[in-house]
């Protein structure tokens, strides 16, 4: 079983441009989440998807980040436009059932630089 | 609101010596407790849960950790460590959200570095 991938691995771009991460999580998993570790700070969850609607949004930073979920499968964040503080490993996640005792599957997270 | 405390952001050990690195939690709900790993360029893994049930929960590759309540702690434990053990830990903290979701509060991490 393929577990939780995240595309690209790395990227590095200047403030101010666009940049969008991919994640795609373990197939039939309908909850998928995003997190985000800055500057060796705590993990922090930004937000939940079940299926296609947003679950909750609560740790989303400001009107910059834009999430998406079409179809219910993989996911994008967007960045746009980026800044200096936007840098971070960008986490996702998935699970089969929300709850909070299910385990989340995290992917190896996207390592976001802006300069 | 639930915060995780992990004191220790470095913790050096030699090889084949015990090691704990401490987690205290802060909830005013029942809590479900967790801690994951993760090694160089690879995503987090988890090692351990507690849901309920007995205070000491044993995980993959030798990990144990004991959940106190009274303390409102859950240190992870290893008898012997390996080299292979070098990584960074990470101590979490799970809740419901309104929307029937869940949500992991993290800590901010501590790196265990096993010496020869």
């Known amino acids: 079983e393929a577990g939780v991938t995240q595309f690209p691995s790395h990227s590095v771009i200047e403030k101010g441009q666009t940049v969008t991460l991919r994640c795609d999580p373990i197939?039939?998993?309908?909850?998928l989440y995003w997190y985000r570790r800055v500057m060796g700070k705590e993990i922090k969850f930004l937000l939940h998807f079940v299926k296609e609607s947003k679950q909750d949004e609560s740790g989303m930073p400001n009107n910059r980040f834009l999430a998406e979920r079409t179809g219910g499968t993989y996911s994008t964040l967007k960045v746009q436009p980026a800044e200096l503080e936007d840098s971070g490993v960008y986490f996702c996640a998935s699970s089969h059932r929300a709850g909070a005792f299910n385990e989340q599957f995290f992917g190896p997270g996207t390592r976001l630089t802006v300069l | 609101a639930q915060s995780v405390t992990q004191l220790d952001s470095q913790v050096p050990v030699f090889e084949e010596a015990p090691v704990e690195l401490r987690c205290n939690y802060s909830s005013s709900v029942s809590v479900y407790l967790f801690w994951y790993v993760q090694y160089p360029n690879q995503g987090l893994q988890l090692l351990l849960k507690?849901?309920?049930?007995?205070?000491l929960v044993k995980g993959i590759n030798g990990f144990e950790a004991e959940f106190n309540k009274s303390q409102t702690s859950f240190h992870l434990r290893k008898p012997s460590v390996h080299i292979s053990d070098t990584a960074e830990y990470f101590c979490?903290?799970?809740?419901?959200?309104?929307?029937?979701?869940?949500?992991?509060?993290f800590g901010t991490g501590t790196q265990l570095k096993v010496e020869l």
């Open positions: 197939s039939g998993h309908d909850n």
């Open positions: 979490a903290v799970s809740y419901i959200l309104t929307g029937g979701g869940n949500k992991l509060t």
């Open positions: 507690y849901l309920s049930g007995s205070t």
